[in-house]
């Protein structure tokens, strides 16, 4: 059972035909003199709060007249001389009951008709109305009988509630929808009996109009009558469902004592519900009394039915004192409340003032009773303080509990009228906004002031700051300067300042980003279209692309590709790009000394800038793009700040969510930006900032991959850019072959690049010295053979193109007619005609063979793989170098002797590491001398009367390092031991004090230039065997035998194998 939140057409049909009865009935009565209940509250809700005291006899009313009428779709049809019932009729067809207000019942009772107060019973006090006239038989439409309430109604028809419990005195609507339900409701009416016990349901989730458990409803509830009925249809056709709307008017409590007979259901009922109102059943009229049943008062015939009958007894109100200073108390403070709330709630106002028209007593304090159940009735409490509202018997009980109930709807209605002031405040305050920019846009165009374009430059902004997603913060930045920009004038420097940041604010891409390609596929075809060989360095960047495929991004990440010059470290930042399609923005870092560059200016400086990363944002127009920083290993620090230190921020993926640049002062995203860095060294970029990045190591190629990527990459591009795509021009394989081995030696291509574009510019230029200009004639000028235009115009006009003379940085930015046909006349005549390329005669064939590439290139930069073919003297060893450009080279050491004082001495260009392996190596000969054999006894002095100098050639190129430190020693062993070193061997280690051999680096160059050089044999630390067996091409360990040796003594076993002195060295030098 739903009850009804709405009653306005029925309610108004019952309006209207309550007035009618109440007007007749006031005809027929005197009125009363004394003052009405209503009016004293009305008094006390205009006065200021005060306890009254003064004490006025009750006025009893009079018994209760009802005239139960029935209207719906089959009414009875009424008397021709009744037009008043006509109209209620005809209105109560339309009937709408909305269920949304039951929750406010203040908002709904004013619309409910009074009756007259003669027709009012008392139903508060438990008086005893003269009992129920004798049965009569069927009415006639003109018969006249008159019914009271009966005091004593022991059985009756039991009908659940749910959401409220219905308070005596107080209207209810209720729509029926259980067939047996309906039909018993309707005999009743026929009877004459229309009396049922409405109780509320425990469960405010069930919905029925039978009681099937006398557990389901709480047992106190009220004694209603039936004051009219309406037909309620739901669906449409055949599937049309008969409902029943009854109003219900309670008049006294009752409890349930014993369920009689439980109810079928046979039907899930939809009962809504009406806002109590205030009035009592109208006062019947003669017509209307004449259609009451004459029969007797009885029950039995709802056995019949398939409905709810329970055995009920009265509740009434334990006695009490009207002047007890408590229930005084309560009762002014209660009228206290309604005057507040009356004061929030207009509905609610319109609620007492129906209530004090209905009431007969003289004063408010002589029915407390009827005071709490009305503060009960109009509030939209809790059911379960409604249900203890009804239950207490106590008059000082009830009032307690409705005043609590009425205390929560004050603080609600305060709570709404604050709300209601804010958003009212609001409202007004854009108003007048509105209103007041209206204004001054007519002033302003009135007075021609608008010529400064500032309106249409905050229209710009405001357009394009709709476009974006900025955050909240941004969005309040945004809003504030846009204010302040609105009040400075044009000329002010302020202006130009806001206006530029405003610029730039909205030009930031908030909330914009292009989708993501995490196609493993599709990145591999990339990477192999953009490099050849770097098989590692892809497996790693596909790798990483398979865990942002899984996890959905590839935020947290910050790359640094290091290797030497010339490898592709840049064009593989690209790729990667090109793979995810993201945005690419590059910028470099080497040399940077000022930290605005990364973190923005201060907007009060003038020429002020954001920093670069906030431009790449503006630049690519999204929020992630791929960002390129390079040269992150040169970045300088100077007086301006440290770069270095202000990367930190932008490139931890714990802090660049909120990046802060001076210049914009305002918190900007940039975990969604991926970073890639490059460097050369990773030993001069700082610790904190190397430990941010992601290390992936890009090594040199070798001979093989360098002619590879000639053929399939240089080769074409240097072809087209020399004009000679379509020519004969070949640079075959072996050449190629030669010039990587003697021209271009390092890890990177870049150098192989300039070499054949240097190729093939020669081959331009000899190709035009052979032919002539007559093959390749010079076009006419444009100025002595213009074409006519294509146009009937007989004066051709050369093709001009605007200037490129910057405009002056005005804020207006509409140009006028007049302005843009001067400019007109300002530009510059500049030809847009393009050279097409010469072709080359087909009978042309050039092809660059080894014999002929000094021509085009010069003589070859590296003479010879090593010095030494043959053996060399004693002193001298071979060792493996690795260059500052990224390659490797062989390196021969060379130490003599000589007359001195024991001194060492270095030349060669030598570091200082290097420098301490030459010493270690010699003090570690010195000790070992007896067991070498350079020194008889053990005790012996050596070196005492000699110095040793030890010299590396190629003195011009820097040597730094450990690696040479197995090198120096054999070479002192062989200078010592007057043995010579077979120049095949070459090796590469560092020494320990105490003979031990350590691993070393760049071993992937070393063993290539080992393999340039013809090396058959390579004596390399043990440590570095798994590096070695992984990373170096099987193509160049081919021909070369691996030694891995761990201890000095093993270097030297092998170096000097087959040679005289290592038998001696069995017994003395042992492994």
């Known amino acids: 059972?739903?009850?009804?939140?709405?009653?306005?057409?029925?309610?108004?049909?019952?309006?209207?035909?309550?007035?009618?009865?109440?007007?007749?009935?006031?005809?027929?009565?005197?009125?009363?003199?004394?003052?009405?209940?209503?009016?004293?509250?009305?008094?006390?809700?205009?006065?200021?709060?005060?306890?009254?005291?003064?004490?006025?006899?009750?006025?009893?009313?009079?018994?209760?007249?009802?005239?139960?009428?029935?209207?719906?779709?089959?009414?009875?049809?009424?008397?021709?001389?009744?037009?008043?019932?006509?109209?209620?009729?005809?209105?109560?067809?339309?009937?709408?009951?909305?269920?949304?207000?039951?929750?406010?019942?203040?908002?709904?009772?004013?619309?409910?008709?009074?009756?007259?107060?003669?027709?009012?019973?008392?139903?508060?006090?438990?008086?005893?109305?003269?009992?129920?006239?004798?049965?009569?038989?069927?009415?006639?439409?003109?018969?006249?009988?008159?019914?009271?309430?009966?005091?004593?109604?022991?059985?009756?028809?039991?009908?659940?509630?749910?959401?409220?419990?219905?308070?005596?005195?107080?209207?209810?609507?209720?729509?029926?929808?259980?067939?047996?339900?309906?039909?018993?409701?309707?005999?009743?009416?026929?009877?004459?009996?229309?009396?049922?016990?409405?109780?509320?349901?425990?469960?405010?989730?069930?919905?029925?109009?039978?009681?099937?458990?006398?557990?389901?409803?709480?047992?106190?509830?009220?004694?209603?009558?039936?004051?009219?009925?309406?037909?309620?249809?739901?669906?449409?056709?055949?599937?049309?469902?008969?409902?029943?709307?009854?109003?219900?008017?309670?008049?006294?409590?009752?409890?349930?004592?014993?369920?009689?007979?439980?109810?079928?259901?046979?039907?899930?009922?939809?009962?809504?519900?009406?806002?109590?109102?205030v009035t009592p059943p109208p006062t019947p009229t003669e017509g209307d009394v004449a259609k009451i049943s004459q029969g007797p008062v009885q029950t039995s015939f709802l056995h019949k039915h398939a409905i709810s009958i329970v055995q009920v007894d009265n509740l009434v109100t334990q006695p009490y004192n009207k002047d007890d200073q408590y229930i005084r108390a309560f009762m002014s403070e209660i009228v206290s409340v309604f005057k507040d709330i009356a004061q929030l709630n207009p509905l609610f106002r319109d609620q007492i003032t129906n209530f004090s028209i209905n009431q007969v007593a003289s004063n408010v304090f002589d029915e407390p009773d009827k005071l709490a159940d009305f503060a009960a009735a109009v509030s939209s409490g809790e059911v379960g303080e409604l249900q203890e509202v009804l239950e207490s018997l106590v008059v000082d009980d009830r009032l307690r509990k409705a005043l609590l109930v009425l205390k929560k709807e004050l603080i609600n209605a305060q709570l709404q009228s604050k709300l209601s002031r804010d958003v009212d405040s609001k409202i007004a305050k854009r108003q007048r906004e509105y209103y007041l920019m209206e204004q001054l846009k007519g002033i302003k165009k009135e007075l021609g002031m608008e010529s400064d374009g500032k309106d249409k430059l905050i229209e710009k902004f405001k357009e394009r700051a709709a476009s974006l997603k900025m955050p909240e913060g941004v969005r309040k930045v945004f809003d504030e300067e846009l204010n302040k920009l609105m009040g400075l004038e044009p000329a002010a420097s302020e202006a130009n300042v806001t206006r530029n940041y405003l610029e730039w604010l909205t030009q930031i891409p908030w909330g914009q980003h292009t989708p993501e390609n995490y196609s493993i596929t599709h990145a591999q075809t990339v990477l192999d279209e953009d490099h050849y060989g770097l098989k590692d360095v892809k497996d790693r960047i596909l790798e990483f692309l398979a865990v942002g495929k899984l996890r959905g991004t590839v935020q947290g990440k910050i790359i640094c590709l290091v290797g030497p010059p010339g490898v592709g470290k840049t064009s593989i930042g690209k790729s990667i790009a090109r793979a995810l399609n993201r945005q690419f923005f590059r910028f470099s870092v080497g040399g940077l000394t000022d930290v605005a560059e990364i973190k923005g200016h201060r907007r009060t400086y003038v020429g002020a800038l954001p920093g670069k990363i906030i431009q790449a944002l503006k630049r690519v127009g999204t929020e992630n793009p791929l960002v390129l920083i390079d040269e992150v290993d040169k970045i300088g620090r100077g007086i301006n700040g440290d770069p270095a230190s202000a990367l930190l921020e932008m490139l931890d993926p714990e802090q660049n969510n909120g990046f802060l640049d001076h210049y914009m002062d305002v918190p900007v995203d940039l975990s969604r930006v991926l970073f890639v860095c490059t460097a050369n060294n990773l030993d001069t970029i700082p610790a904190p900032l190397l430990d941010r990045m992601e290390v992936l190591e890009v090594s040199g190629y070798v001979s093989e991959e360098k002619c590879v990527i000639a053929e399939k990459y240089l080769g074409p591009q240097a072809k087209e850019a020399s004009g000679l795509k379509d020519a004969d021009v070949l640079v075959e394989p072996s050449t190629v072959d030669v010039l990587i081995k003697y021209y271009c030696r390092e890890s990177g291509v870049r150098n192989l690049k300039k070499h054949i574009d240097k190729i093939y510019r020669k081959a331009a230029l000899k190709l035009i010295l052979d032919l002539g200009e007559n093959v390749f004639p010079e076009p006419v000028p444009l100025a002595s053979t213009s074409a006519p235009a294509p146009s009937s115009s007989s004066d051709a006009q050369p093709k001009t193109v605007e200037s490129q003379e910057p405009r002056a940085n005005e804020p207006n930015e509409a140009i006028s007619e007049e302005s843009t046909s001067n400019e007109s006349g300002d530009r510059k005549t500049v030809t847009t005609q393009e050279r097409k390329p010469l072709q080359i005669p087909d009978d042309i064939h050039v092809r660059i063979t080894p014999e002929n590439l000094k021509d085009y290139v010069g003589p070859p930069v590296y003479h010879k793989d090593r010095m030494y073919v043959a053996p060399p003297p004693p002193g001298v060893s071979t060792g493996l170098g690795y260059l500052g450009n990224g390659s490797g080279a062989v390196m021969p050491v060379e130490a003599t002797s000589m007359p001195g004082k024991g001194g060492l001495q270095l030349t060669g260009k030598l570091g200082e590491v290097i420098r301490e392996s030459a010493q270690i190596g010699l003090s570690w000969v010195k000790a070992h001398a007896y067991e070498l054999g350079i020194t008889k006894t053990p005790d012996e002095q050596f070196l005492t009367d000699r110095d040793i100098h030890v010299h590396m050639p190629e003195g011009s190129i820097g040597k730094e390092g450990p690696s040479a430190g197995t090198a120096i020693l054999s070479a002192f062993v062989s200078l010592f031991t007057k043995t010579k070193i077979h120049p095949d061997i070459a090796m590469t280690g560092e020494i320990s004090l105490v003979g031990q051999v350590l691993p070393v680096g760049g071993l992937k160059e070393k063993i290539l230039a080992a393999h340039r050089a013809g090396i058959k044999t390579i004596l390399a630390p043990a440590a570095n065997r798994a590096d070695i067996e992984e990373n170096v091409p099987e193509s160049v360990k081919t021909g070369i035998r691996f030694v891995y040796v761990e201890d000095v003594r093993e270097v030297l076993h092998e170096v000097f194998r087959g040679q005289e002195i290592v038998e001696r060295w069995k017994d003395t030098l042992s492994l």
């Open 1 to 277: 059972m739903v009850f009804v939140g709405s009653l306005r057409a029925n309610s108004a049909s019952c309006a209207k035909q309550l007035r009618i009865t109440h007007t007749r009935a006031l005809h027929a009565t005197a009125p009363r003199p004394s003052q009405s209940l209503g009016t004293q509250i009305a008094a006390r809700l205009a006065s200021p709060r005060h306890f009254s005291t003064s004490l006025v006899t009750p006025a009893r009313s009079s018994p209760l007249l009802s005239s139960p009428r029935w209207s719906g779709n089959k009414p009875t049809p009424p008397a021709p001389s009744e037009p008043e019932n006509d109209a209620a009729e005809s209105s109560s067809k339309s009937v709408k009951l909305d269920a949304a207000d039951d929750e406010s019942p203040a908002g709904t009772s004013s619309q409910s008709s009074p009756p007259p107060s003669s027709s009012s019973g008392d139903s508060g006090d438990g008086s005893d109305p003269p009992p129920p006239p004798p049965p009569q038989p069927t009415p006639t439409p003109s018969s006249i009988a008159k019914q009271s309430v009966p005091e004593v109604y022991p059985q009756v028809l039991a009908l659940p509630i749910a959401r409220r419990p219905l308070f005596p005195g107080f209207y209810k609507a209720v729509v029926v929808r259980n067939p047996a339900v309906v039909a018993a409701i309707k005999e009743m009416m026929k009877r004459g009996q229309p009396y049922l016990g409405a109780f509320l349901l425990k469960d405010e989730h069930t919905d029925s109009d039978v009681i099937t458990d006398i557990n389901s409803v709480h047992p106190v509830g009220v004694f209603a009558q039936i004051t009219s009925v309406f037909a309620a249809n739901s669906g449409t056709g055949d599937d049309k469902e008969e409902g029943l709307t009854a109003v219900l008017y309670p008049h006294r409590r009752i409890k349930i004592t014993e369920l009689l007979k439980a109810g079928e259901q046979a039907s899930t009922a939809n009962v809504q519900e009406e806002t109590q109102t």
